[in-house]
């Protein structure tokens, strides 16, 4: 009977654990929504885009809106949602968007009001730029609408400008962090949480946006564009949003932006606290609502606004250089290239800037993991999209990367189409050989030239990314998705070329050395090479560094047998597991505590 009990309990637990790894994700509640239309006198058009959670959740927000603009028609998506749906932010704005343009075909608005609050912010600044036109990451193109003209203003209420955070915000406490931190990765095993991880801080939905509405107001004063009053409102509890976090709403629109922090407001308590307990009056926190909501730009008493932008450009800048490292790499050699480039520009330092990588230490097992490569991938589009903001004059932007660092790159091209790059020198990379360069060329979103040097010993790249190399010939993959097999091993077979990337993609096959050879201090004149790369337009020829026409013959064996190699690995570490079980628990604990250290450190 208890032999019997305990199975049970054994099928049971493992029934639930399948379930909440394969099935959760099917059955989380969301729901994308469609909009709530209410007719008024169809002058004015407002659109409130609620939090996360839907409408529900804040009535009184929902009723000043109204009554900020009594007979105004009201469109309100319907969505609802939790920090565990899986909706897709780029369906709900694309509905929304619709929306806009289907009532505004019909009514034909005098005056178009944007107010959002959290996620809704996020979402009803997607739609501005998609209803000009800017709909690169649109599924389907309905170009640009007349109704973003009648924009008179666009209202943020505590939204995450920059997405949401990937780091700890300032305000938030470090118990809640932690429990972010356990929630995320929660998201990561059971396929759930995909709204908010599309909102996070470097995403393509994020990041794309905006890269675009920089671009947009960025547009010549002399343009057509008109140029809607823009009021974000943050609390100075919040601990979602930094004040920083706003610098692209600023970007090229400083005189139509007023900023305001509002006094003793958290993420919540700032949609939530408009009126008075038991009363109709409003609360301060509705004041400075209703004032953004409903008076002109010149209307604003002087000492309202925020007095200090937070953005602060500079013109001088016209060339950013990336220098990223791969993983477990502490090395010297990105100080190394810097100061090569630095000595090379001379009078034109003021007109440069080296960004150097600066995210967190990477091993092994994280890299092989297809979501923990993309946090770097996040990163790296949110530090361009800041930069895009500081350096108003930016004319081009070259990227030196290492390992991962390529990968990072080469990742981002794939999902950012507002990313645009010049020239690429890459080295030890782990990018696949098929690797599609030649739709980011013909598409102009590679403008330079892309060098990929090789090492003939680099058993890094030979060895491990060449197992997802090999599963992706096996399956005849003649472009790679983004995804589990995503990393290849161009950095010792070379990328595959063609007509389309002639004199553009160059493949130096090889120098000598093993995975970092191309960036050895000892070696100065590679690093002389790289430095003149990225510092003469383009026009140095790195066949230079060529030492070898051929790899080690070992290791492109090895590398042939890669998948062999990565089995034999894995059964030794099984077996040494199962031989520790046997000889106890004790000796089972250390093998996995020792496995736990082995591959969070390597």
């Known amino acids: 009977m208890e032999f019997r009990r305990r199975a049970f309990l054994r099928l049971a637990a493992a029934l639930v654990i399948l379930f909440l790894l394969f099935g959760l994700r099917y059955v989380v509640p969301g729901k994308v929504g469609d909009v709530d239309f209410a007719t008024g006198d169809h002058k004015t058009l407002v659109v409130f885009g609620p939090a996360l959670g839907g409408r529900a959740f804040t009535p009184d927000l929902e009723k000043l809106v109204r009554a900020s603009h009594p007979g105004a028609d009201v469109l309100i998506p319907t969505y609802e949602n939790g920090f565990f749906s899986n909706s897709d932010p780029f369906d709900m704005t694309d509905r929304i968007e619709r929306a806009i343009r289907d009532y505004d075909d019909k009514h034909h608005y005098e005056k178009i009001v944007l107010f959002g609050y959290s996620l809704g912010g996020l979402l009803l600044r997607k739609a501005y730029v998609w209803g000009h036109g800017l709909e690169d990451d649109r599924s389907v193109k309905h170009g640009p609408h007349p109704w973003v003209d009648r924009v008179d203003r666009f209202v943020s209420l505590a939204a995450p400008n920059r997405g949401f955070p990937s780091d700890k915000p300032r305000n938030l406490s470090a118990g809640l962090y932690v429990l972010d931190q356990v929630v995320q990765q929660f998201w990561r095993l059971t396929g759930t949480g995909q709204l908010v ?98 008076r002109s730009r010149n209307e604003f008493p002087s000492y309202w606004p925020d007095k200090v932008s937070a953005l602060q450009t500079d013109p001088n800048v016209k060339q950013l250089i990336f220098v990223m490292h791969g993983i477990r790499d502490e090395s010297t050699w990105p100080a190394e290239i810097k100061r090569a480039i630095e000595k090379r520009l001379g009078d034109r330092a003021a007109t440069v800037k080296i960004v150097p990588p600066l995210y967190r230490r990477f091993t092994l097992l994280p890299f092989l993991l297809y979501w923990d490569r993309q946090e770097n991938v996040r990163w790296f589009m949110d530090q361009y999209t800041q930069a895009k903001a500081l350096y108003p004059n930016l004319e081009a932007v070259d990227f030196i990367g290492h390992s991962n660092g390529t990968y990072i790159l080469a990742s981002a091209i794939q999902q950012y189409p507002v990313l645009t790059v010049r020239h690429i020198f890459f080295a030890g990379s782990v990018v696949p050989v098929h690797y599609d360069w030649e739709t980011p060329i013909a598409e102009r979103r590679v403008t330079g030239k892309i060098w990929n040097v090789c090492a003939n010993s680099d058993w890094v790249v030979a060895i491990f990314p060449q197992l997802f190399q090999q599963v992706s010939d096996w399956l005849k993959i003649s472009r790679p998705e983004v995804g589990l097999l995503d990393i290849g091993s161009a950095g010792f077979r070379g990328f595959r070329t ?25 070696r100065v004149s590679r690093v002389d090479a790289i430095a003149d790369f990225v510092t003469s337009d383009g026009e140095t020829d790195l066949e230079i560094l060529k030492e070898t026409d051929s790899a080690s013959t070992i290791l492109e064996y090895a590398s042939n047998l890669s998948w062999a190699i990565w089995f034999l690995g894995l059964v030794v570490i099984a077996l040494m597991g199962v031989v520790a079980y046997r000889l106890g628990r004790w000796w089972f604990g250390v093998y996995a505590v020792l496995l736990l250290g082995l591959v969070t450190t390597v």
């Open 498 to 522: 063609s007509v389309k990337t002639e004199g553009m993609l160059f493949n130096m096959k090889y120098i000598s050395g093993a995975h970092s050879a191309a960036f050895e201090p000892a």
């Open 197 to 294: 991880r599309n909102a996070l801080q470097g995403s393509p939905f994020v990041a794309n946006m905006r890269v675009q509405w920089i671009n947009l107001f960025r547009l010549p004063k002399s343009s057509d564009l008109h140029r809607p009053l823009i009021v974000h409102l943050i609390g100075d509890k919040d601990e979602l949003v930094n004040r920083e976090d706003s610098l692209d709403i600023e970007a090229g629109t400083a005189s139509d932006v007023i900023i305001k922090t509002l006094e003793g407001n958290a993420h919540k308590e700032i949609g939530t606290q408009i009126y008075e307990a038991g009363s109709e009056r409003l609360t301060p926190t509705g004041e400075a609502i209703e004032l953004a909501l409903t």
